[in-house]
């Protein structure tokens, strides 16, 4: 095993994939440094040079751990469940396993409304229309509804809390930011209110990181 | 070890996830049957019920394996790898394997072009401008250059073929059918030739499945 170090996130309160690494670390009882990437102010600070020079995808998360720096949400999930103690977060069985990472895909491979816009701003010569940023959330729930309701159990794969619970969540607080009527999906819904209750879904909450403004607190 | 079955893949010729697969299958040295599902004809055979049933994400590919259904490319490679012998697909190093996942994931996690249009069909509402089906390829091959100048040996990570090998070849692929000219970008063009001559790649091939045309034979 190679020196393990404090990992530092770099990533914003309410993008959806730095949600699912907190929640990771939180799960994983790991504790970690953040530094707030502001995807807003400045025009987006991580399209900066600086930013760039850490992570060439210019999105975040990135987290640094170990030596290296991590960018794609599920890899850094992935590469703390490996490298880290504490409860799995993908289970031991190969078959849920592919399950936990067939779901996880499934919500991470859409559309990011965030990071539509964000590379809205630096292709320049794209522009979406606005009602593409509603995209995900009208074609989508449908068939990962279907998926749940045959894998799940408590969770989204059985009973144990699982990556697909992590990417799960953000989504739903994304789905609900943009006025989608998450009750046509009584399995995402009952999912989701079950996870909300887990501390470690709560502490890693998009109202309560240290680069949520004021006005947004809970 | 449950009782492993003889793998089948619904897929598409031309389905760059589709050929993800088939190139694990064949680098694995795993014997499979093939279904195809033509994304075109009769406005789409992944869209209808029979297909639905198998994959609720009415998608290629699906693959059916040891007695269950799994769709999403990643998920059904790290499968494959997990419960079949064979040269491994993630490096040991957990650090390594991060980096390998988070290459697939960049890659996966755009905008493919055929789900685009799969999409759009889909939903209705929501008409895509023909231009953003080379959206993919204008933004992000920049930030998969810098990054594979990094991980990169002789293949993308290092000195072993991966799962970022495998997404590479098809997404290179596809960027040429687009007319992309991946001659800007050094190391992609390289690492590509390299894989192209290997042979799991050149059997997995779209200009050689069951369901090619004929005049797109080669």
Same mark, same amino acid.
Request: aromatic share 8%; charged share 20%; net charge positive.
């Given at each position: 095993?190679?020196?393990?170090?404090?990992?530092?996130?770099?990533?914003?309160?309410?993008?959806?994939?730095?949600?699912?690494?907190?929640?990771?670390? $939180?799960?994983?009882?790991?504790?970690?440094?953040?530094?707030?990437?502001?995807?807003?102010?400045?025009?987006?600070?991580?399209?900066?040079?600086?930013?760039?020079?850490?992570?060439?995808?210019?999105?975040?998360?990135?987290?640094?751990?170990?030596?290296?720096?991590?960018?794609?949400?599920?890899?850094?999930?992935?590469?703390?469940?490996?490298?880290?103690?504490?409860?799995?977060?993908?289970?031991?069985?190969?078959?849920?396993?592919?399950?936990?990472?067939?779901?996880?895909?499934?919500? $991470?491979?859409?559309?990011?409304?965030?990071?539509?816009?964000? %590379?809205?701003?630096?292709?320049?010569?794209?522009?979406?229309?606005?009602?593409?940023?509603?995209?995900?959330?009208?074609?989508?729930?449908?068939?990962?509804?279907?998926?749940?309701?045959?894998?799940?159990?408590?969770?989204?794969?059985?009973?144990?809390?699982?990556?697909?619970?992590?990417?799960?969540?953000?989504?739903? %607080?994304? $789905?609900?930011?943009?006025?989608?009527?998450?009750?046509? %999906?009584?399995?995402?819904?009952?999912?989701?209110?079950?996870?909300?209750?887990?501390?470690?879904?709560?502490?890693?909450?998009?109202?309560?990181?240290?680069?949520?403004?004021?006005?947004?607190?809970?």
């Amino acid at each position: 095993m190679a020196t393990q170090t404090k990992p530092v996130l770099y990533g914003y309160f309410r993008s959806s994939c730095s949600w699912r690494v907190r929640i990771a670390f $939180a799960l994983k009882g790991v504790e970690y440094d953040q530094v707030p990437v502001n995807l807003i102010k400045d025009g987006g600070q991580q399209l900066t040079e600086q930013y760039k020079t850490r992570n060439p995808m210019q999105q975040v998360p990135a987290v640094e751990v170990d030596g290296v720096t991590l960018s794609q949400s599920l890899a850094v999930i992935q590469y703390i469940d490996e490298t880290r103690p504490g409860p799995r977060l993908l289970p031991a069985d190969p078959k849920k396993r592919a399950q936990v990472r067939m779901i996880s895909d499934l919500i $991470a491979s859409g559309i990011q409304p965030l990071q539509v816009s964000n %590379y809205d701003r630096q292709v320049g010569v794209i522009s979406f229309p606005k009602h593409i940023a509603n995209f995900k959330f009208i074609s989508e729930p449908f068939s990962l509804e279907s998926i749940l309701k045959q894998t799940s159990g408590k969770y989204c794969v059985g009973d144990e809390i699982s990556m697909a619970d992590i990417c799960l969540v953000p989504q739903v %607080y994304n $789905a609900e930011r943009f006025k989608v009527d998450v009750g046509q %999906y009584p399995t995402i819904k009952r999912l989701n209110q079950t996870l909300l209750e887990i501390e470690a879904f709560k502490v890693s909450h998009p109202s309560c990181q240290p680069d949520t403004p004021a006005e947004l607190r809970t």
